[in-house]
């Protein structure tokens, strides 16, 4: 067995007073005041109209909205949760069940043939792409900072969890300047943007979140 | 750990104070910890000096992190959370290093029977066994005889660091050669 002694004396003698981090819930609140006004404002170009909500397919694509922050929230929270040594993974029924209602609100919106006028489907579905990925790009660098923070003993959990609340949180924005009801490839393409963001996410986080020993 | 768990009832108090800066406290709790890590350790690591390696990475990594402990928690399920993350990422770290170093034995094996030069050959041999981190300090300390703060400014680490880094590779390389040894 060998004497860590002289180790620990380094260790405690470089030791300075902490800052504690805040409890996941008061984390949470914070990160989305942050991250929604920034996701605003990076996507601001792309913004070329408000929802209208007397459209029929309002009141699904409110639901849908709420559901969408709420499960932006929880992703985050777990994601928060899983960065710190000892705490219990997140539970992924409830938000899974909601990510399932999510999608189902959608999927029952929506409808399968094209849209009569305009420049074609797709190009609405690659512009709604482009707005949800500008107004992440935000997000991600607020999420990695905070994962920072705190460093992660599971970095990639932590951070595609960390994706999921940063998709559905460009998704809550997307919903405020969108059609209440979609159209198949527009609504595939903001599925593509979902998993780019959280690919995106854990690329970029892998590095900076993991705990390293030294 | 009935034991541990009785002596672990003080260590969230002395664990707040260390996070207010109280360096006497972090003291205290770090040593009265290397007991429990080292027994957490243990249970995934047979290898003795392994387990000692691992003891110091999870004792570095509790001192990273310890702004995250919150004192209000039992303290054990955060030690052990962090002492088996340690313990994973050494064995596959050793594992790597296992399939590098079988790799180099294969190179060394054909540099061999063309005649290179076989010292040359040992060294970097040697030094490849180690981790990347581990290597470059000793190039810097014992290769290019660098002085240990010199190495600590060029590689971006406080002395400390450099000097458990030497430590560690010192025992690798002890290792690695009496393994060598064995072998041949």
């Known amino acids: 067995m060998r004497n860590h002694d002289q180790l620990i004396n380094q260790l405690s003698e470089s030791a300075q007073p902490v800052r504690r981090i805040w409890p996941t819930a008061w984390r949470v609140v914070g990160w989305a005041a942050l991250v929604l006004p920034c996701g605003a404002l990076s996507s601001w170009a792309l913004h070329s109209r408000y929802t209208d909500w007397s459209q029929p397919g309002a009141i699904p694509a409110m639901i849908a909205l709420l559901l969408s922050f709420i499960v932006g929230l929880s992703a985050i929270a777990g994601a928060f949760t899983l960065s710190i040594a000892g705490r219990k993974p997140p539970k992924v029924k409830w938000p899974a069940l909601l990510a399932l209602t999510w999608l189902a609100l959608n999927l029952g919106n929506m409808s399968l043939s094209q849209p009569g006028s305009g420049a074609g489907r797709f190009g609405e579905g690659i512009h709604c792409y482009l707005f949800m990925l500008s107004a992440s790009v935000p997000m991600i660098v607020i999420s990695v900072v905070s994962l920072y923070r705190t460093r992660s003993l599971r970095p990639g959990k932590s951070l595609a969890l960390a994706g999921c609340g940063i998709a559905f949180m460009s998704s809550v924005l997307l919903s405020l300047c969108h059609n209440t009801h979609l159209h198949m490839i527009d609504f595939m393409m903001h599925l593509a943007a979902g998993i780019t963001i959280i690919v995106l996410t854990v690329l970029t986080g892998r590095r900076w979140v993991r705990l390293a020993g030294h | ?184």
Request: aromatic share 4%.
């Open chain 2, 1 to 184: 750990m009935p034991v541990t768990d009785a002596r672990a009832q003080h260590w969230p108090a002395l664990m707040a104070r260390a996070q207010a800066g109280d360096k006497e406290a972090y003291n205290q709790l770090l040593k009265a910890m290397v007991p429990a890590i080292r027994a957490f350790v243990r249970k995934k690591i047979a290898d003795e000096v392994l387990v000692e390696d691992v003891i110091q990475e999870t004792l570095l990594a509790i001192h990273r992190v310890r702004h995250t402990y919150d004192p209000r928690r039992p303290v054990l399920p955060w030690v052990a959370a962090i002492a088996s993350a340690r313990a994973v990422d050494a064995l596959r770290q050793r594992g790597r290093r296992q399939e590098v170093q079988d790799e180099d034995a294969l190179n060394v094996q054909l540099a061999d029977s063309k005649d290179s030069d076989a010292s040359q050959h040992d060294l970097t041999d040697c030094l490849d066994s180690l981790p990347v981190r581990q290597r470059q300090i000793v190039e810097s300390v014992h290769l290019r005889e660098q002085s240990l703060a010199q190495a600590a400014a060029e590689n971006n680490l406080s002395l400390s660091a450099v000097k458990s880094l030497l430590h560690r590779a010192m025992l690798n390389l002890r290792k690695y050669g009496s393994g060598k040894h064995e072998k041949s």
